[in-house]
């Protein structure tokens, strides 16, 4: 095993290389970010200003910024109503393939994980989305496990088809891809793509991924800004939290969404707020000191730093805390979730292959826009139009 280890912060051969200072820009911040060392004084200063600077975001995620999390909230809210209203945005994951290449310990697509592995043929595919769109969902986000011999990039490209007949809004989070690549499936009608950089802290990240593309940090951290450059008109990013400090990761995950939007300042940037899940096979994967209560600290923190963009909240959490966020600081939902291969078909009995992790919330699509209705909100299916 240790012979196969690869330097995780060397390109492979196949790899493309761009021109960005970014990841050291983060990388910098990060290590330079001391949680302790923010007082009260400077979270109640942070809620004062208009808009925030980067050290005022960090205040937010310190420790000591969880005594103000009423005025987090309170503030996130406002922020939230003003630049989206009322509107929710509704969404549902279609994994179409589990089969992965890599070695990370937490992850139940690991390719030492004892799963069913499988990918949905073409029909399949079609089956499953026409499944999701008479829930009358408009938007979805196609996955893959990390295996470009089992998901290559035609494979991907042709399911992006598929859904384009079925969907207005396309996002994919699959393996990072070159630039070209990108632009060849931007071509088959994807709008965004999602990446989780799952932890910023190199060392750590070299302890989680042992084996596979996954393996290489840089390549993983430029794949929201090779998108960009294909054309994409949309980025989200992520750190999954409990992988280490969650306060440090979600500081990187604001970084770098803060460097990108002043570079592309016409690209949606998203942010995704998951904590780690128990997978097939270890019931004892847990975000450990990430509770409910750091989580919404997370997400108020990023709203009020950066006011405009997405930010998704999982089926990772319980429905009680999702349908409370939405009315504070998230502004997307995923609805309808099911992670297993080939399981929104009914006409199935059972699904294909195993899913990637437990999800806490199984409503279906009508359950979780009737309790959008019940908040006082606005679920909408589709943001965007082609003309």
């Known amino acids: 095993m240790v012979q196969e280890r690869t330097n995780h912060m060397k390109y492979l051969p196949d790899m493309e290389v ?25 979270v109640k200063s942070a809620l004062q200003k208009d808009t925030l600077t980067p050290e005022d975001f960090a205040a937010l995620l310190s420790p000591v910024a969880l005594n103000y999390l009423e005025e987090m909230a309170k503030r996130a809210k406002i922020e ?18 589990n089969y992965c290449e890599n070695h990370c310990i937490y992850c139940g697509f690991n390719c030492y994980n004892k799963i069913n592995r499988s990918s949905l043929d073409f029909d399949e595919i079609e089956n499953e989305m026409k499944a999701i769109a008479k829930t009358g969902l408009q938007e979805i986000l ?21 859904a384009r007949k079925h969907f207005k809004v396309i ?10 690549e990108y632009a060849y499936l931007h071509k088959c009608g994807v709008d965004y793509v999602t990446v989780f950089q799952e932890t910023y802290d ?20 430029n794949t929201q800004e090779r998108a960009i450059l294909a054309g994409m008109r949309g980025i989200g990013l992520a750190a999954l939290l409990g992988l280490g400090d969650f306060r440090k990761d979600a500081f990187a995950t604001g970084m770098h969404g803060y460097l990108l939007q002043k570079k592309y300042p016409h690209v949606e940037i998203s942010f995704s707020c998951p904590r780690l899940r128990p997978i097939v096979n270890d019931s004892t994967i847990n ?5 409910e209560k750091q989580l919404l600290q997370v997400i108020c923190a990023y709203r009020i730093f950066m006011p405009f963009v997405n930010i998704t909240i999982s089926t990772r959490e319980r429905a009680e ?67």
């Open 287 to 291: 975000p450990k000191d990430v509770h």
């Open 321 to 387: 805390f999702r349908d409370n966020i939405i009315k504070i600081a998230a502004t997307k939902i995923s609805a309808g979730v099911k992670v297993d291969i080939g399981s929104h078909d009914i006409e199935n009995e059972d699904s294909k292959g195993d899913g990637q992790f437990e999800i806490s919330d199984a409503r279906n699509v009508d359950e979780v826009y009737d309790a959008i209705i019940e908040k006082g909100l606005q679920p909408v299916m589709s943001d965007y139009i082609y003309v």
């Open 80 to 97: 939230t109503n003003k630049h989206f209203g009322n509107s929710i945005y509704l969404f549902t994951p279609l994994y179409i393939s």
């Open 18 to 42: 761009i021109e960005s200072n970014i990841m050291d820009k983060v990388i910098q911040s990060m290590n330079g970010y001391n949680k302790d060392k923010y007082t009260d004084g400077d």
């Open 142 to 162: 196609i996955l893959t496990g990390e295996s470009r011999s089992k998901s290559d990039v035609k494979y991907i490209g042709e399911a992006c088809k598929i």
């Open 171 to 180: 996002g994919i989070e699959v393996y990072p891809m070159n630039t070209d």
């Open 202 to 221: 190199t060392d750590k990240y070299e302890a989680l991924h042992l084996k596979g593309h996954k393996r290489v940090f840089p390549y993983r951290f």
